[in-house]
């Protein structure tokens, strides 16, 4: 997430929700919306063990540093950096 939003990649939430529904992860009888989307995103960042997702993820990264970023504060905030593609 924070690649893509670092990138200002847009989300196609279009090709998410076929992903989510591939996979099993989104069920809804309605389409994907951008605030249902979110919502999903807020509950989840809520429920990540963030010192275990460290634990993790500390051989992958170059920059221990960048470790103590990791909080449900700035991944919401990440969250909320998210932009997404227009369906024209």
């Given at each position: 997430?924070?690649?893509?939003?670092?990138?200002?990649?847009?989300?196609?939430l279009?090709?998410?929700?076929?992903?989510?529904?591939?996979?099993?992860?989104?069920?809804?009888?309605?389409?994907?919306?951008?605030?249902?989307?979110?919502?999903?995103?807020?509950?989840?960042?809520?429920?990540?063990?963030?010192?275990?997702?460290?634990?993790?993820?500390?051989?992958?990264?170059?920059?221990?540093?960048?470790?103590?970023?990791?909080?449900d504060?700035?991944?919401?905030?990440?969250?909320?950096?998210?932009?997404?593609?227009?369906?024209?």
């Amino acid at each position: 997430m924070v690649w893509f939003v670092s990138r200002k990649i847009p989300l196609n939430l279009t090709d998410l929700e076929a992903r989510l529904r591939q996979s099993g992860h989104f069920e809804g009888k309605k389409s994907l919306e951008k605030e249902s989307f979110m919502a999903m995103l807020q509950e989840r960042i809520s429920n990540v063990d963030f010192e275990n997702a460290k634990k993790d993820m500390r051989p992958f990264i170059k920059d221990q540093a960048a470790l103590s970023l990791w909080n449900d504060t700035f991944f919401k905030h990440i969250a909320s950096l998210i932009t997404f593609l227009s369906s024209a």
